[in-house]
């Protein structure tokens, strides 16, 4: 644990409600301020996923909006260290000046939760660890975290990097904070690893499959030898959506993302379309520039973006998913597919804690778990948001507990007593 010179002099009231740090020092006074009161803290950076979990009731605000910056960054070591609430786009933007990015492509809720275009901060992004189309080829968000810094429930700075840092309980703690949703640690930094940006990059576009059939692709290209990075699909009913001058073909959208050198692009592009014999079925291959606008929409859930749905995420094993689907269709949902079939994104129009009780149920069955993102306050205060077996919940109470002591982190925000 380290402690920041308490000396420093800072212009904040840490009697006001909200608190907008721009200096560490700022950050450490105000968390030991409220351990000492016991005054629960909402952690919030821009926002944009603020209404994913429980609302809260706390008697303060820490917004991490105003701590921002690039501390450093080294192209040519594939890293980049920021201060947790740096924009997502100024690190997209700086990063695409070196032809590199965040190759976990965070899930952008902007659309959906109206946020003006918002992706929100860093620190967010890796707090609730919401990932994109190549996860089954990267890794999620938190396999980029290299390092961070942040202070626990008491002020006690807590510095992770270098090596595998472990706590108490014997976790990897990086592995701990990402999906945590600012419950166990505020972060003041993040060192991530960073990738270079392919020179090449088409879609495989197969309209018209039934289900079955576009998981069947689907699977086959993951599981071959010409490392696609995306297996997307969409039903008959989102076919719409998307308008791109060479998409003429209607019906279900199964689309298969190739990157790499614009040789290499080709002749796999070409290999697959052999060896999943597709060349008797509607074709489309998306270019470049069409593959980045298609593959963006995504990341934006831009087909729940125009509905006001509820919707929900729930990730099983592909082998799952067919079967999953044919037991929920009493809920008419609209869905789509990512992960090669193994990430399914729900929109439902009327939502119950019933219901939701209901799906995850039938999602535990298929050995996966549900996730609720976007639902009435209503239902948020008497239905859980997130979906864990009462081991771990005993495990997490005691991460907690090591972590936030008084739970003043975000309390409740994704488990109740937690």
Not at 196 to 206: C, D, F, H, N, R
Not at 286 to 298: M, P, R, Y
Request: one cysteine or more.
């Amino acid at each position: 644990m380290e402690e920041i010179n308490q000396n420093s002099q800072t212009s904040q009231d840490f009697n006001a409600e909200i608190l907008e740090p721009k200096e560490e020092v700022e950050i450490q006074q105000f968390i030991k301020h409220c351990f000492k009161k016991n005054l629960p803290i909402e952690i919030v950076g821009n926002k944009t996923k603020q209404s994913i979990g429980k609302k809260l009731q706390c008697a303060k605000t820490l917004s991490m909006s105003q701590f921002s910056g690039i501390i450093d960054y080294k192209p040519e070591e594939l890293y980049i260290t920021v201060k947790a609430g740096t924009p997502l786009k100024t690190i997209q933007d700086k990063l695409k000046e070196n032809n590199q990015h965040l190759a976990f492509e965070p899930t952008n809720f902007s659309q959906i939760f109206k946020t003006n275009s918002n992706e929100g901060t860093i620190g967010g992004t890796l707090s609730c660890n919401f990932s994109g189309a190549r996860r089954f080829k990267v890794g999620s968000a938190r396999d980029h975290i290299l390092g961070f810094k942040g202070f626990n429930g008491k002020g006690e700075k807590i510095k992770s990097g270098g090596t595998v840092v472990k706590n108490v309980t014997g976790y990897d703690i990086s592995k701990l904070v990402t999906g945590s949703f600012g419950t166990l640690l505020v972060l003041t930094e993040l060192t991530l690893k960073v990738l270079p940006l392919e020179s090449e990059t088409q879609t495989i576009i197969v309209s018209g499959l039934a289900l079955e059939h576009g998981l069947a692709v689907m699977g086959s290209a993951i599981s071959s030898s010409n490392d696609p990075s995306g297996a997307i699909f969409y039903p008959s009913n989102f076919r719409k959506e998307f308008v791109f001058n060479d998409l003429t073909h209607k019906g279900s959208i199964t689309a298969i993302r190739v990157e790499g050198t614009k040789i290499s692009v080709t002749q796999r592009v070409e290999n697959l379309i052999n060896d999943l014999v597709l060349k008797d079925k509607n074709l489309t291959i998306l270019d470049n520039i069409q593959s980045e606008i298609f593959w963006q929409d995504t990341r934006a859930l831009k087909v729940f973006a125009k509905k006001e749905e509820n919707i929900l995420r729930a990730v099983v094993p592909p082998s799952e998913t067919l079967n999953l689907l044919n037991r929920i269709k009493t809920f008419h949902p609209n869905y789509f597919l990512d992960w090669g079939g193994s990430l399914i994104w729900i929109g439902i129009d009327y939502l119950s804690s019933q219901k939701i009780e209901q799906l995850r149920q039938r999602i535990l069955d298929a050995n996966g778990y549900l996730t609720v993102i976007k639902s009435p306050i209503s239902i948020k205060s008497s239905s859980e948001t997130f979906t864990i077996d009462p081991i771990k919940f005993k495990i997490s109470q005691n991460i907690k507990k090591s972590f936030d002591p008084k739970r003043i982190f975000n309390p409740g925000k994704m488990y109740t007593g937690i």
